[in-house]
């Protein structure tokens, strides 16, 4: 039987005040076109659905296009929430749509039941855990211990009835101890949401959503597949793709990646203001995708994110290098400060904030200004 696993859609989102309905409108269809390729028996959707809990009219459209086009080729989709979705939302109607081959978990209760599917090599239990806080298990299951993330999902899973002899996948969203974070994810202060992989010993597969960066952990059979697109400059050097895996007899799993290409790539320029709008260092590159410029120039450029954003329309991101932003200096209040001139303040402050000396110009010009000011107020 054959699945694709696919996560972290986070259809709505915005990047640095972009939008990037569009970008997903055509990785949806990019997916589909796959899909088509592929003939999964069955599309595996981990959580992060939306990027809000309650999402846009233009993201509710994308999902809803989405899932039309896989009912359509009668295959077997199963969703749940991640910790950017509203779990009630996201499963309303979710009985009337059943039917038509599309299973949303609901707000989890304490009940996981599996949806079973047939092939030639017997039974495959598909289990749905929608992303959980120990607080939500602990209200189901108070008597349990439920304190840290891995005891909760521990005590979520211990209540399903799991027959090991059968072939097993598990749907979640959460972070799993070792997991390699991305600027663009959410992440808990002291790492609290930790899930020790040790939970998921009974299931054949995980497919595990919320983190942006495809990796397994511990075995190749718990994985996350990543988000189809770049959503920070963290993730410049991430090859994105979905997962396909493929379960034979118990205990013969194969798994592999199909790449995906993006409408607009995500990467980061570096150089001056003078080679970056040199027409010989970019003709011929993809100047529209979203770019993060680093400028070394030793002087800031006037209107510098204006003046690019003709030659790079999807500038996100523009910051310096150079040796006033490389060096670190701590600015105090001088003992002496009264015994100082204000030309000096100005040039010991100056020097402070850029790591070098006014030059003899700007000597002059701060002068001439400071008399002038003196001679206006006698």
């Known amino acids: 039987m054959k699945f694709m696993h696919l996560s972290d859609l986070h259809l709505g989102k915005r990047v640095n005040e972009f939008s990037m309905f569009e970008d997903q409108d055509y990785i949806l269809k990019k997916i589909l076109t796959i899909i088509q390729e592929e003939k999964p028996d069955g599309v595996l959707i981990a959580g992060d659905v939306y990027d809000k809990s309650i999402p846009s009219v233009e993201a509710v459209g994308l999902l809803d296009d989405f899932l039309k086009e896989l009912a359509k080729a009668h295959i077997q989709t199963f969703i749940i929430s991640g910790n950017h979705d509203s779990p009630e939302r996201l499963a309303f109607a979710a009985e009337l749509i059943e039917p038509s081959g599309i299973h949303i978990s609901p707000a989890y209760d304490g009940k996981v039941r599996p949806i079973s599917m047939q092939d030639d090599y017997g039974t495959v239990n598909i289990y749905m855990l929608p992303f959980v806080r120990p607080a939500h298990v602990r209200s189901v299951f108070p008597k349990e211990n439920t304190e840290s993330y891995t005891e909760a999902i521990r005590t979520a899973i211990s209540h399903m009835e799991i027959h090991e002899e059968k072939r097993n996948l598990l749907i979640t969203h959460q972070f799993v101890t070792g997991a390699q974070r991305c600027e663009s994810e959410e992440i808990s202060v002291g ?173 002059a010009f701060v002068s001439g200004l400071i008399e002038e000011i003196w001679e206006g107020n006698t």
Not at 237 to 254: A, F
Request: glycine share 6%; hydrophobic share 30%.
């Open 191 to 363: 790492g609290t949401d930790n899930v020790d992989a040790s939970v998921f010993q009974a299931f054949d597969y995980v497919a595990l959503g919320h983190i942006h960066g495809p990796q397994h952990m511990g075995r190749e059979s718990i994985r996350y597949c990543g988000t189809p697109l770049k959503y920070s400059f963290s993730e410049a050097g991430h090859h994105k793709s979905v997962t396909v895996l493929e379960l034979r007899e118990k205990g013969n799993l194969k798994i592999r990646t199909v790449d995906l290409l993006p409408l607009h790539d995500m990467r980061e320029l570096k150089g001056t203001y003078e080679e970056l709008t040199n027409r010989k260092n970019y003709e011929g590159t993809a100047v529209d995708d979203y770019l993060h410029i680093t400028l070394t120039d030793e002087e800031d450029i006037l209107d510098a994110i204006g003046k690019l954003r003709v030659i790079y329309p999807n500038l996100m991101k523009l910051d310096y290098d150079n040796q006033r932003t490389r060096e670190n200096t701590v600015i105090t209040t001088a003992d002496d400060i009264k015994q100082k001139t204000p030309l000096e303040l100005v040039q010991d402050f100056y020097e402070q904030q850029n790591n070098q000396a006014m030059d003899k110009e700007q000597t």
